[in-house]
């Protein structure tokens, strides 16, 4: 089992910075990769980006440029800090870790709001 908890979400206005924090626990030592996914009411939720340490850095093309994922491994946290913030990239943000036993887990997600 893996427990995620996700923190940093809120209203922030356009043009403005977020950094989001997932922090992880329990079985940790098998993990493939990890990501952070978003979604809007209507949508499905999409990946906005991933890491891993086979292949590194993944993003979406929306958020390329703006976002920047890493991993403290010491720490056990994954970051997401998210510059030049559009009202577009208002979501409920998700952390999620890939085992290589090929479990998903999700953390309970935080909301990000960007609005004037």
């Known amino acids: 089992q893996v427990q995620l908890v996700e923190s940093g979400g809120g209203l922030v206005q356009p043009g403005g910075s977020l950094r989001l924090s997932c922090a992880a626990s329990?079985?940790?030592?098998?993990?493939?990769?990890m990501g952070w996914y978003r979604r809007t009411p209507g949508k499905e939720r999409e990946l906005v980006a991933s890491?891993?340490?086979?292949?590194?850095?993944n993003y979406a093309d929306s958020v390329r440029g703006r976002f920047t994922i890493s991993r403290d491994n010491v720490k056990n946290t994954l970051f997401l800090q998210m510059d030049k913030l559009k009202p577009e990239d208002t979501a409920i943000y998700y952390c999620s870790v890939n085992l290589l036993t090929l479990q998903r887990y999700w953390g309970q997600g935080t909301q990000v709001t960007v609005s004037s």
């Open positions: 329990g079985n940790i030592n098998s993990v493939n990769s």
């Open positions: 890491i891993s340490t086979s292949w590194g850095t």
